[in-house]
């Protein structure tokens, strides 16, 4: 046929051929651009879920939760950053680096703060769940959740609040190669504390459990523990016979991990608590050498509050607080928690700084808070930075000042309570975000079918600061 065609030369330029060529062409023409679209969209397609895997096929939420996109502005300018944006680590959370080139850095330890939700405290508080169905509740399918999720941030320090079931969890958790210690509350309740960490990565040096119980604080308790990180030397440094540098041949780290009184009333209580944790873990680190600091835990106290103005700033005046909202921690209806925590706080009516009143404390007050009768203000030694405020994130997860907007949600409250600190030798590399407002507000309630508790972890690594400063 184009032979034929090709021959009848004297036909080429009549109108009815031309026309006839132009329409094929054109056919033809737009059947190859539909084509060309199909393959590009299925190309697409194919590279969005090769890009966000699901690292749990079988655990898929029915709440089909947004990734969060995080500042970049933090990257701009550093060449040596390019592959480290934030990026998702398991389809809705990820992790925000530091400005900074910490590639250099030998010695980090990754920690996990995470109040886990006690079998007991969920069965004793179901008004607290009932936009949670039963079987997100069940303690056998969020115990595996919670060891997914560790392994899954490569966490190699963990510090669990109200854990009920240790055995079950030291059983999971010994199979991924860490070891634990547990201290229970005092008095009738079973939860308590557990801190773990990767056992071929550190060593427990001491630990020294407290009691709150025995300085009239309540049944609560705290941890802290001594470990030191096990190194080995280089190949290279055994053939040139070269000395390690005597700061790395003993790193350890002093890890606290406090759950403090929920009971916002008893203001006097939890400031004590927070107290005297602050005050045994600075003796603790200089008894040790004046080794770094990292504490965590399930404050029950919001960001901005007295007792956080407390942690960050050392000292604080008693008389100018009310010690039933010293924490800040009032149930707000959760539609309020669209607002930044400076708003909440305000529309809480909790913070009294702006207006110069003194409050009347009674002489127990005083004493449970401040450790002496008589005394009006309450001071520690530690120079402490919260994790998440060392570095920037997003404005749909974090509030004004940095911290997360959100690290707990049920049915009466919707706000952060958890924190990691670390002393000034220990700085940031990055940080996991959490959840913004509206996602968690789309799975109706904590936990479900993808977190296994009411609240959510927080997760930072940190590195040696003289690690950075021998570099810089």
């Known amino acids: 046929m184009r032979v034929r065609h090709r021959r009848q030369q004297p036909e080429k330029n ?7 060529k132009h329409s094929s062409i054109s056919e033809q023409s737009r059947e190859d651009d539909t084509k060309a679209k199909k393959r590009t969209l299925a190309h697409r397609r194919k590279e ?51 400005s900074r080139d910490f590639s250099y850095r030998k010695d980090k330890v990754v920690v996990a703060s995470y109040n886990i939700l006690g079998v007991e405290n969920a069965s004793k508080h179901p008004d607290l769940y009932f936009n949670v169905p039963p079987k997100f509740l069940e303690w056998d399918t969020r115990k595996h959740l919670i060891c997914k999720e560790m392994n899954h941030y490569t966490a190699n320090v963990l510090c669990f609040q109200e854990v009920d079931r240790f055995q079950d969890l030291d059983d999971l958790l010994q199979k991924d190669g860490f070891r634990g210690v547990f201290k229970g509350r005092t008095g009738e309740a079973c939860d308590g504390c557990a801190i773990f960490w990767k056992d071929k990565l550190f060593t427990l040096l001491y630990q020294e459990n407290i009691e709150f119980r ?17 190194q080995e030397q280089s190949e290279s440094e055994l053939c040139l016979q070269v000395p390690k540098k005597s700061h790395t041949q003993s790193r350890s780290i002093l890890v606290g991990n406090i759950h ?4 916002p009333n008893r203001g006097d209580i939890k400031l004590g608590q927070v107290r005297l944790f602050l005050q045994k873990a600075y003796k603790l680190s200089e008894e040790w050498g004046n080794i770094p600091v990292i504490l965590a835990g399930d404050l029950n106290s919001i960001p901005q509050s007295a007792i956080y103005q407390f942690v960050v700033s050392s000292e604080l005046d008693i008389r100018l607080h009310d010690r039933r909202k010293i924490s800040g921690q009032i149930e707000c209806p959760p539609r309020f928690n669209h607002l930044r925590s400076e708003n909440i706080n305000a529309a809480c009516s909790w913070k009294s700084a702006s207006r110069p009143w003194i409050y009347r404390w009674s002489n127990e ?60 030798d220990l700085v940031p590399v990055r940080v996991l975000e959490t959840l913004s407002m509206d996602v968690l507000r789309k799975s109706r309630g904590l936990p479900c079918e993808k977190w296994g508790s009411d609240h959510l972890a927080l997760v930072c690594e940190l590195a040696f600061a003289d690690d950075i400063s021998s570099q810089t």
Not at 14 to 20: E, G, I, V, Y
Not at 214 to 230: H, K, P, T, W, Y
Not at 384 to 396: C, D, E, F, V
């Open 14 to 20: 009549s109108p009815a051929t031309t026309k006839r």
């Open 48 to 98: 969005t879920i090769t890009l966000q895997p699901d690292p749990y096929p079988t655990l898929n939420c029915s709440n089909k939760f947004e990734p969060i996109r995080c500042c970049s502005s933090s990257f701009r300018g550093h060449k040596g950053l390019k592959k480290k944006k934030s990026r998702p680590i398991d389809g809705f959370r990820q992790w925000v680096f530091s």
């Open 214 to 230: 025995s300085f009239g604080l309540r049944d609560n308790v705290a941890q802290l523990c001594i470990l030191e990180m096990n």
């Open 260 to 263: 403090v009184l929920f009971n």
């Open 365 to 424: 007050e005083i004493r449970l808070a401040t450790g002496s009768e008589g005394a009006t203000h309450v001071r520690h030694q530690l120079k402490l930075h919260s994790a998440y405020l060392g570095i920037p994130g997003s404005s749909r997860t974090r509030d004004n000042h940095g911290e997360p907007l959100a690290t707990s949600y049920h049915s009466k409250f919707m706000g952060t309570v958890d924190y990691i600190w670390h002393t000034e």
